[in-house]
């Protein structure tokens, strides 16, 4: 079954700054892999995908991510963090031929000004 | 605005007692899919339909079960419920399963 890691509970960044929000994931087929951001008291809210193509994926609100198939990371990126970026974010993968998506345990990203 | 919609957003209620979460997912999506988000389990998938037919199951507790209906709504029913079951319910929707999931803004069961 797939599985999907965030090693970091708490990420810490200056406004300005780049950030990078980890992401490791395990599947036996072709994974599906997915970013959210979950803001306080709201659902989670879809930040970008990858499921075939570059391996350099850009999505919402100057955020993007990159594939890396031999170290099975989709790590998150931002060149410039903004205070607004402060959430949680989730990781998510899922197999092919799986329906069940599996979210990691969540980071919170806290961007200081 | 996700387009999907949870209703009710608060639901405060007793050990013992039966509650039922309901969904409107956004128009056009076929697939329904339910989580539960506690501190300490994190976000956990529970069960997905896709056109009133159940598509997948994850960690969903014999006490709980869900349906969804020609209209394409979802309901999760939760019985029993004891103090443990206290959480926030997300409810999200899709076109397909390779497709992004789009969130409600969940509903906040509280046991007392």
């Known amino acids: 079954a797939q599985s999907v890691a965030q090693p970091e509970d708490q990420v810490n960044v200056a406004e300005g700054n780049p950030l990078t929000v980890k992401c490791t994931y395990s599947?036996?087929?072709?994974?599906?892999l997915f970013w959210y951001v979950q803001y306080p008291n709201r659902g989670l809210q879809f930040l970008l995908k990858?499921?075939?193509?570059?391996?350099l994926v850009k999505g919402s609100y100057g955020f993007e991510a990159e594939f890396n198939k031999s170290q099975t990371s989709f790590h998150l990126k931002k060149p410039s963090a903004l205070v607004s970026d402060s959430a949680l974010y989730f990781c998510?993968?899922?197999?092919?031929?799986?329906?069940?998506?599996?979210f990691g345990a969540g980071t919170r990203l806290t961007v200081k000004p | 605005d996700s387009g999907v919609t949870q209703t009710p957003k608060h639901l405060i209620t007793a050990t013992g007692q039966r509650v039922t979460l309901r969904c409107s997912p956004r128009?056009?999506?076929?697939?329904v899919y339910w989580y539960q988000q506690s501190l300490d389990q994190g976000l956990q998938f529970l069960i997905q339909?896709?056109?009133?037919?159940?598509?997948a199951k994850g960690n969903i507790l014999e006490r709980f079960s869900a349906q969804q209906f020609p209209d394409l709504h979802s309901e999760l029913n939760l019985s029993s419920l004891e103090l443990g079951d206290s959480a926030l319910y997300f409810c999200?929707?899709?076109?397909?399963?390779?497709?992004?999931?789009?969130f409600g803004d969940g509903t906040r069961l509280s046991i007392l």
């Open positions: 999200a929707s899709s076109v397909t399963s390779n497709q992004p999931q789009h």
């Open positions: 599947v036996s087929g072709n994974p599906y």
């Open positions: 990858y499921i075939t193509g570059d391996n």
């Open positions: 998510a993968v899922r197999e092919n031929n799986n329906n069940d998506m599996r």
């Open positions: 128009s056009g999506d076929l697939s």
């Open positions: 339909y896709y056109n009133g037919e159940e598509r």
